[in-house]
C-alpha cells in the first residue's frame, strides 16, 4: 500500500493538490515486478475540516484511516513525504497503521526522509527509509523482505539493526529514465484530480495534471537540497518519451492543462526544443507552465518563441536576487542581470505571462541588495511574484556555513520546520550580524509593495478585468504603506492578516 498522508496546516499554506507522481512512478514499478499495489491519497478522501483556530485537517481522520487499513490489511506500507513541515502527518500516520496492526511493516520515502534519514528511523513506529529515486531500490528492497534475504547492503536503506540506526549511502541513479515508463495514473482515482478546478499560477481551470521529464539539476545554488534527493548527475527523458505520455494524458484522460515539474526543464535547449515542436506538430491544443521555476540563463528568444507557439502560458523565473553579487557569489546562480532583463522582455514579446522567484535573508543580505532587488521588480512589472526567506536545509551548503558561522543553532531545523505549523521558505530562521527575521520580514513586505506599486502601474486594466479583488487589496495595500512608512503598514498588515486568519 503506498499513502500519501492527510496532514494539518495553518490555512495560510493551501492545499495544492495534485496527482503524486512519485507514488505513481512507484506503483508502476511495482507493478511491473509482479507485486500487488494498492494506493490511498488520504489527503484528497474528504473536504477540509477546520480543527482550530487557524489550522485545517486536509483529509481523513485518524479513526477513518484505521478503518481503511483494516479493510485493506496490507502487508507493507509505503509513506510518502515531500515536505519536512510534513512529517509530523508521516509519524501520525505511522502510528495509526501500527496501533491498527503491529505486524505490518512501514517504509518512508520522498525529500524529507532522503536528507534526514536517522531522524526518520529513530522513531519506533518507522522501520525503514528510502534515499533518493526509489523505483529500483524499493523493488529489491521488497523482493528481498518477502523472501527474507539480507538487506543489508540494498542502496539507499535506512533501517535499525540491534537499537542503531543503519544507513545504506545513495549511490546509484537511475540513468535511462525512460525505462521507467509513465507512472500508474490508475493507483489513485486520477479523475479527481483533473477536475479540481484549482487555481496554478493561472492553470488549473480545466483538466489538469502534472508531468516530470528530467531529474535533479547541473546548476549548484547554495539553498537548494535537489542533489540530495535526486543525486548529482541531471537526467533527462528523451523529448519522444515526454511526448507520448502528455499524448496519452490527452487523448485517453482529455488533459488540457500541464505543469512541468521539473528543477530545469530547459537546461537541454535541443530536447526542449523537440519537445515543444513535438507539442505544435501533435496539435495538443494544452496550456502549461513551470511551477519549479526555470533558470533564466538556459533561455532564448528563439526557445521563448517555440514555448509560447507549443501552449506556453507562463513561465516561473528563479531569479532570485536582483542584487548581482548576492545571486552570483552567495547563492552562485550564475546568471547575469542583463540576461533576467533580455529573457523577461522576449517572454513578454512572445505573449508569455512572468513570474518570478526570490530569495531574501541569505547571510551577506543588506539594505543595498535588497534595495537592488526592489529596483529590478520594479522595472520588470512581473505578472506574479513569490519572495521565499532563505531556509537552510540539512545538507546544503547554506546549512553548513550558517551552522559554522552560528547564524542558526544545532537542532534548529529539526525544531522549527519538522512542524505542521511551518510554513517553510517563508519563515526567517537565520541571524547575521546584519539581520535578524523582524528585518527580513520588513524586507519582504518592502519588495511586495514595489510589485504591487508596478502592477498597479503598468497593469492596471489587467488587474481591473481578472481581478478586481486582487486590484482592490493591492490598492489598499500601496496607499496604507504611502500614509503609514514601511514599518507601521508591516505591523498593520501583520494584524490585520491575523483578523482574517480568525
Known amino acids: 500500500m503506498l499513502i500519501n498522508p492527510s496532514f494539518i496546516a495553518p490555512k495560510t499554506a493551501g492545499f495544492g493538490l495534485s496527482f503524486p507522481l512519485g507514488l505513481g512512478y512507484l506503483g508502476a514499478a511495482l507493478?511491473?515486478?509482479?507485486?500487488?499495489?494498492?494506493?490511498?491519497?488520504?489527503?484528497?478522501?474528504?473536504?477540509?475540516?477546520?480543527?482550530?483556530?487557524?489550522?485545517?485537517?486536509?483529509?481523513?481522520?485518524?479513526?477513518?484511516?484505521?478503518?481503511?487499513?483494516?479493510e485493506i490489511q496490507p502487508d507493507i506500507v509505503g509513506i510518502s513525504c515531500f515536505f519536512s513541515s510534513r512529517f509530523p502527518a508521516v509519524l501520525e500516520t505511522a502510528k495509526t497503521i501500527k496501533s491498527t496492526n503491529s505486524g505490518i511493516k512501514i517504509i518512508v520515502g520522498g525529500a524529507h526522509p532522503s536528507i534526514m534519514p536517522e531522524q526518520i528511523c529513530s522513531h519506533a513506529e518507522i522501520d525503514y527509509a528510502m534515499i533518493g529515486e526509489a523505483e529500483e531500490s524499493l523493488v529489491e528492497f521488497i523482493d528481498a523482505l518477502e523472501k527474507r534475504q539480507d538487506f543489508s547492503s540494498i542502496d539507499g536503506l535506512a533501517f535499525r539493526r540491534n537499537g542503531q540506526v543503519i544507513v545504506n549511502p545513495k549511490t546509484h541513479y537511475i540513468d535511462n529514465l525512460d525505462s521507467l515508463g509513465f507512472p500508474d495514473w490508475s493507483l489513485l482515482d486520477f479523475e479527481r484530480y483533473l477536475t479540481l478546478n484549482e487555481d496554478r499560477w493561472g492553470l488549473g481551470h480545466g483538466r489538469y495534471a502534472p508531468v516530470i521529464t528530467s531529474r535533479s539539476c547541473p546548476y549548484r545554488c547554495n539553498f537548494c537540497s535537489v542533489q540530495k534527493v535526486m543525486g548529482q548527475k541531471y537526467r533527462a527523458r528523451s523529448a519522444e518519451h515526454v511526448l507520448g505520455e502528455i499524448e496519452i494524458l490527452v487523448d485517453r484522460y482529455g488533459v488540457n492543462e500541464l505543469s512541468f515539474e521539473d528543477d530545469n526543464l530547459t537546461f537541454d535547449k535541443n530536447r526542449f526544443i523537440q519537445i515543444c515542436e513535438g507539442m505544435i506538430g501533435y496539435k495538443f491544443g494544452i496550456r502549461w507552465n513551470t511551477p519549479n521555476g526555470v533558470h533564466v540563463g538556459s533561455l532564448d528568444s528563439e526557445m521563448i518563441e517555440l514555448a509560447r507557439a507549443a501552449g506556453c502560458d507562463s513561465l516561473n523565473l528563479a531569479i532570485e536576487s536582483g542584487d548581482e553579487h548576492m545571486r552570483n557569489h552567495v547563492i552562485k546562480k550564475r546568471l547575469k542581470t542583463e540576461k533576467i532583463y533580455e529573457v523577461t522582455r522576449a517572454c513578454r514579446n512572445a505573449g508569455i505571462k512572468v513570474n518570478a522567484y526570490f530569495v531574501i535573508g541569505m547571510p551577506g543580505e543588506s539594505e543595498q541588495s535588497i534595495n537592488n532587488t526592489k529596483r529590478l521588480i520594479k522595472d520588470l512589472h512581473f505578472n506574479n511574484l513569490s519572495i521565499f526567506v532563505a531556509t537552510p536545509i540539512p545538507g546544503t551548503r547554506l546549512y553548513d556555513e550558517c551552522l559554522e558561522n552560528g547564524y542558526i543553532k544545532p537542532g534548529q531545523f529539526d525544531n522549527e520546520f519538522i512542524s505542521n505549523q511551518a510554513i517553510i521558505f517563508t519563515q526567517p530562521a537565520i541571524v547575521t550580524p546584519q539581520f535578524d527575521g523582524q528585518k527580513v520580514n520588513l524586507w519582504r513586505h518592502r519588495l511586495f509593495n514595489a510589485y504591487y506599486v508596478s502592477s498597479l502601474r503598468n497593469g492596471l486594466f489587467y488587474w481591473l478585468k481578472e481581478n478586481p479583488r486582487a486590484f482592490v487589496s493591492m490598492l489598499a495595500k500601496v496607499i496604507l504603506y504611502a500614509i503609514c512608512g514601511e514599518q507601521l503598514s508591516f505591523r498593520l498588515t501583520e494584524k490585520i492578516r491575523d483578523l482574517i486568519k480568525k
Open 31 to 70: 507493478k511491473r515486478a509482479g507485486h500487488e499495489v494498492i494506493g490511498l491519497d488520504a489527503a484528497a478522501q474528504r473536504s477540509p475540516t477546520e480543527i482550530a483556530d487557524g489550522f485545517i485537517r486536509y483529509g481523513l481522520n485518524q479513526t477513518e484511516l484505521s478503518q481503511r487499513i483494516k
